[in-house]
């Protein structure tokens, strides 16, 4: 019999992943495009959100004399136009996959690959952004057209504004990997994620901005993950934070992607002992 | 050293059991019973580098979850096992790099695009090299005859197209060590024999340790000369196909084609069909010469043949044995 081999040094594997992430980012993005349909219909509804949003807070503003919480009619329509590329950004995994997943067996082809199965999750959606930001690109337009906001980032705060996003995407895959690993011990987790969307919707700064908010629900903010999935690189992007604070930004999203990865980690090498792989 | 050493293996699972209802359904809120099923119960074989081993037991038997154990899918409850000399459960990467599980129910390829556009993503997954990857997967299109479908997008395949571009797949990393459990299932004659002709091909061309279920006789008696045959969980028997025809199945057929119209040749043996002058006979495999003689001497026989009985017929009395011995062992997983 052919002898053991060694297993592959850390050097070996970030290789694979740079050949991997390219090409299942591709063909990630190659099946989105298949459905055009269904791509149009999903950024009709990405859109009618933030504008509700927008509508509201304009109207709002402009009968309290054009400025609440620092933010000015401009200020509002900056802040949901931006808005509409970070919620892309940081769409990730809903519960029914992982329920799925575990009730259909559909973990088996994913563990029994020589590489951590949250890869090809970062992957596939991230290819999916590819072609989301596309789509998005005439709907931001027409924002921008019909809104007039009050958005001139400078350089480092676009670059600061990549960074924001990608690391919020990040950190909201792991933390929903997190939720969704609890499907080993309970099949069904819908619940807890609506749980944690129903928080999210509030302490994020998805519904209203986080500065509109009462101290102490801000206070509450600053200890959960949320802001600094969404709230955050917003807020980055509309020139309302210090290079100072934006550098700690990033470094609170760090925090949150290691303690996440970490707890993700301990789950999946328990979780995995428990799959019966049902089904597959 | 040997190439799948088990060793006591066992696996059970605890399923929650209640009665049909509405009411049973209210009850088990606060009164949950759950139950211990065990699937496998300490098996323990060994298989050689190189062999292809028919792995058969009817549903529930606990072929699929010995299976996934040996993959690295599921943890044993007890028992060992070492797959290439590894411990599945731990599921090394350098061990997943070097076997296949593939199921024949399963999909593993991504549904929207070409199946060549997923062997190209496994090239990444397998950290393949180039020239090596596109001479296999150019060697198994031109083996498995798949030229004019993998340009096609999944969805669109029939089932024995699928399962050609899957069992490809699978193989692109050239794997040591092949868990296929049904790999022909549902397919048609001519598609389980192309599988089965590059199942064997693959097995001498690289050398490679098999482990194949399959409900299909045709498949175990074309591949395998060895056979592992499981029934609730326990293996009954291990060796050589031929052997568990002699151990579970002493007896000879003579089909005999009498020249005017049908006779009675009950004292002779069974009869297990009769028609159009065309009588089927079950005899003792140790009688069946001296039967044979009378028949030939006493009737006007237009054609007699001797058959070993078929080996669906065999692992029918195996099983049927099994059941008389243990009457209350009958547990599924």
């Not at chain 2, 479908?149 to 797949?169: D, F």
Request: with cysteine.
């Amino acid at each position: 019999m052919s002898t053991m081999i060694k297993s592959p040094t850390r050097w070996q594997e970030i290789k694979v992943l740079l050949d991997f992430y390219p090409n299942r980012m591709k063909y990630s993005a190659i099946i989105k495009a298949q459905y055009r349909l269904s791509a149009f219909l999903w950024l009709i509804g990405l859109a009618i959100e933030p504008v509700i949003y927008l509508v509201v807070w304009t109207t709002v503003a402009e009968e309290r004399g054009g400025v609440i919480g620092g933010y000015t009619a401009g200020g509002f329509a900056a802040y949901y136009i931006v808005w509409t590329v970070v919620r892309v950004m940081g769409i990730g995994l809903n519960p029914w996959v992982f329920e799925w997943r575990v009730r259909q067996g559909q973990w088996s082809p994913l563990i029994l690959r020589p590489m951590h199965p949250i890869h090809d999750d970062f992957a596939l959606l991230l290819g999916d952004k590819v072609m989301d930001i596309l789509w998005l690109i005439p709907v931001v337009s027409i924002l921008i057209v019909a809104f007039k906001p009050d958005l001139h980032p400078t350089w480092w705060q676009g670059l600061a504004f990549v960074v924001a996003c990608l690391l919020g995407f990040i950190a909201r895959t792991v933390w929903m990997w997190v939720l969704g690993l609890i499907t080993f011990w309970t099949v069904r987790v819908a619940a807890i994620f609506d749980l944690y969307f129903a928080v999210e919707l509030l302490l994020s700064g998805r519904v209203v901005p986080l500065d509109l908010l009462p101290t102490w629900a801000r206070n509450l903010a600053n200890w959960l993950p949320y802001q600094w999935t969404f709230g955050f690189p917003i807020e980055v992007m509309i020139g309302r934070l210090t290079p100072t604070v934006t550098l700690q930004g990033v470094a609170i999203q760090l925090v949150w992607i290691v303690v996440g990865w970490t707890i993700m980690q301990w789950l999946w090498r328990h979780g995995v002992r428990r799959y019966s792989a049902v089904g597959a | 050293m040997t190439a799948i050493q088990v060793s006591g293996l066992s696996k059970s699972f605890f399923v929650p059991v209640r009665d049909a209802g509405l009411k049973a359904a209210l009850k088990s809120l606060v009164n949950r019973k759950t139950r211990e099923v065990q699937a496998v119960k300490n098996v323990s074989f060994a298989i050689e580098p190189g062999e292809i081993v028919g792995f058969l037991g009817p549903n529930g038997a606990g072929k699929t979850t010995t299976l996934k154990m040996l993959s690295g899918l599921l943890y044993p409850t007890n028992g060992t096992a070492s797959v290439l000399g590894y411990t599945p459960s731990q599921r090394e990467k350098s061990f997943l790099r070097r076997m296949t599980l593939i199921m024949g129910n399963r999909n593993q390829l991504l549904w929207d695009i070409p199946a060549l556009d997923s062997f190209e993503l496994n090239r990444a997954i397998y950290r393949l090299p180039e020239d090596e990857f596109s001479h296999t997967r150019d060697e198994f299109i031109e083996l498995l005859d798949m030229k004019e479908i993998v340009s096609k997008p999944v969805r669109n395949l029939s089932l024995g197209e699928r399962m050609k571009v899957e069992i490809a797949a699978a193989l692109l990393h050239k794997p040591k060590a092949l868990f296929l459990d049904e790999p022909t299932i549902g397919l048609d004659v001519t598609m389980q024999r192309r599988i089965r002709a590059f199942v064997q091909e693959y097995n001498q061309r690289y050398n490679a340790t098999v482990l194949l279920t399959s409900h299909y006789m045709a498949d175990v008696e074309a591949l395998c000369k060895r056979v592992i045959v499981i029934h609730h969980g326990r293996i009954l028997f291990d060796g050589a196909l031929s052997d568990l025809v002699d151990r579970f199945k002493a007896q000879k057929r003579l089909v005999v084609t009498v020249e005017r119209g049908m006779v009675d040749l009950s004292r002779f043996g069974e009869v297990v069909s009769q028609a159009d002058g065309r009588i089927t006979l079950q005899v003792s495999k140790k009688e069946a010469p001296a039967i044979t003689a009378r028949l030939l001497n006493e009737f006007p026989v237009a054609d007699l043949l001797v058959e070993d009985p078929s080996i669906e017929d065999v692992i029918e009395d195996v099983f049927a044995q099994s059941i008389e011995a243990e009457p209350d062992t009958a547990v599924a997983a």
